[in-house]
Structures are given as structure tokens and as C-alpha cells.
Nanobody
């Protein structure tokens, strides 16, 4: 059982920045991919970004490409989502997720964190 704990959410003005962290209790072969999803009120959960503990590039949704940067610290079992140039439409609960493969769909997710709220004011 992999436990994921998010932190770093909060209230920020449009154009501002936030950094989210996701600490995993362990890294496993079957949960090599770490991802962020978000869910705005009344909307479905959507993919934001993903990265593999084992290496390789990062993957981003078109809506955040160029503004968000995903990184990892294997020694700390932690992934970071740096969010710059935030927009009101980025307001959502952000969830950390672990899976065996990198995909933009939620059906492959093995573990979810409880989420952290990001609110961007205009």
C-alpha cells in the first residue's frame, strides 16, 4: 500500500506561483509513474502532469505546458509541481497519484492522495 501526501496548496493571485509537493511512502516497480490530476468544482478529474521515478521526461497537459514544471527527488520519495503564471481556471483540488504507466486517464491509477486545494483569484 503506497501512501501519498500532498502539500503546498493555498490561495494565490492570478500570475502568481505555488509549489505542490507529494511525498510517497515508498517507490515500487509497479508504481513507477507519479502524476498530478486536478478537479475543479462541477468538473471531471483531469490530467495535469506525470513523471517516472525511473527516469525519462515529464508529460504535461496542453493547458499547463510552459507554465507548470514537474520534478522529483528519488532520495526523498517526493515529486514537486511548480506552478507559475497561475490563472483563475487553474483553481481546483490537486491530487497526487501513483500508477504503473504514464497515461492521462484515471483508470490506471493505483493510489491517490487526499488532495490539496489551489485557489487562484482574479
Amino acid at each position: 500500500q503506497v501512501q501519498l501526501v500532498e502539500s503546498g496548496g493555498g490561495l494565490v493571485q492570478a500570475g502568481g506561483s505555488l509549489r505542490l509537493s507529494c511525498a510517497a511512502s515508498e517507490r515500487t516497480f509497479s508504481n513507477d509513474a507519479m502524476a498530478w490530476f486536478r478537479q475543479a468544482p462541477g468538473k471531471e478529474r483531469e490530467f495535469v502532469a506525470a513523471i517516472r521515478w525511473s527516469g525519462g521526461g515529464s508529460y504535461y497537459a496542453d493547458s499547463v505546458k510552459g507554465r507548470f514544471t514537474l520534478s522529483k527527488d528519488n532520495a526523498k520519495n517526493t515529486v514537486y509541481l511548480q506552478m507559475n503564471s497561475l490563472k483563475p481556471e487553474d483553481t481546483a483540488v490537486y491530487y497526487c497519484a501513483a500508477s504503473g504507466v504514464v497515461r492521462t486517464t484515471t483508470d490506471v491509477i493505483n493510489y491517490w492522495g487526499k488532495g490539496t486545494l489551489v485557489t487562484v483569484s482574479s
